[in-house]
């Protein structure tokens, strides 16, 4: 733990938050941001059950990247703290390199992207201990949308996660692409949308890009095993998992991440009728997606500290 609290340390910007400790209500956020940003805390400190923290994927119009103030992200603080008011609600901002579809696609950026995830909440635990007293302990709950799940994905099998004193309890992942078909069918819909050149699925060349999808491949096959075997000794600390896909396709370029990419074979999962970027936003609390997300985050929160459920 010391060693990753070391490490977070020395990243720059990586955690922001305001100077009100854990129980003082809404937090208003600047504008912008990397790293971890608290959205939300109970105002009852011993309220405080459980950490959500979004990970959002990369956003269409750059100007609106990691902006608290645009639906992507008002949300959770808008909409999620009613529904779950013993959580302390988070979100994660990375910078991602989107220059070139290679650059899209390169694992070794994913894993600079999950890294600092990573480091973020080690930093997140350490500044928290050093606070009050049993918080290492208290549940994660992730909500990971695209890019944001891959990067889950890879923090979740590293064995640094694991030296963590926490448990993450519960992933939501929304539009996220699974393999190597998935995951080609959403950097072909990313470069679009951010005007890159591309030959669309069938006529890319995809023989540039096969380090990075034999490396995505084997560690989505580590996180399925980890599925599989979850609530067991060796991974209790990852309790249920759920995918959700869109319906829609984007108006403009009629994409869509088809949903055979977007689940996990045994893997509880639901449809949005929304296309991909609007399945994370929500304006109000009747939006029928919104609805499914808060209803399983709720859930969760009951079972907390019972047995697995199948």
């Known amino acids: ?93 990375y910078n991602p390199t989107v220059g070139s579809m290679s650059e899209i696609i390169s694992m070794g950026s994913v894993r600079r992207y999950a890294l600092s995830l990573l480091e973020a909440v080690a930093q997140l635990r350490e500044q928290d201990a ?28 590293e064995e640094r996660l694991r030296r963590l004193p926490t448990l993450t309890y519960g992933i939501i992942l929304l539009g996220v692409p699974h393999f190597r078909a998935g995951y080609a069918q959403w950097a072909v819909m990313i470069s679009t949308l951010l005007g ?14 096969s380090q990075d999808f034999d490396d995505l491949a084997e560690m989505q096959t580590k996180f399925c095993n980890m599925i599989e075997r979850r609530g067991g000794e060796n991974d209790a600390w990852i309790k249920r ?10 108006p403009i370029h009629k994409l869509i991440l088809s949903p055979e990419w977007s689940v996990i074979p045994g893997v509880p999962s639901g449809a949005i009728a929304k296309d991909h970027f609007s399945m994370a936003k929500f304006k109000t609390a009747d939006e029928f997606g919104f609805q499914r997300i808060a209803r399983e985050l709720s859930w969760w929160l009951t079972k907390l500290g019972t047995p697995l459920i199948p």
Not at 49 to 64: C, H, K, M
Not at 142 to 157: D, E, K, P, R
Not at 241 to 250: N, R
Request: glycine fraction near 6%; aromatic fraction near 8%.
């Open 130 to 157: 050093n606070r009050s007293k049993n918080v290492d302990n208290r549940p994660i709950l992730y909500v990971a949308h695209g890019l944001g799940g891959i990067a889950l994905v890879i923090t979740s099998t």
């Open 196 to 209: 890159l050149p591309t030959k669309g699925i069938k006529r890319q060349d995809w023989s540039p890009f």
């Open 241 to 250: 998992v759920i995918c959700f896909y869109e319906e829609l396709a984007i």
């Open 1 to 93: 733990m010391a060693n990753i609290a070391a490490a977070a340390l020395c990243v720059t910007g990586l955690f922001q938050r305001a100077q009100k400790p854990c129980g003082y209500g809404d937090q208003v956020p600047s504008s912008s941001f990397t790293g971890l940003q608290v959205l939300h805390e109970p105002q009852n400190p011993t309220a405080c059950l459980v950490d959500i923290i979004y990970i959002p994927d990369i956003v269409a119009d750059r100007s609106e990247a990691w902006n608290l103030t645009v639906p992507e992200f008002s949300w959770l603080r808008a909409l999620l703290p009613t529904e779950v008011p013993a959580a302390r609600i988070l979100a994660f901002g």
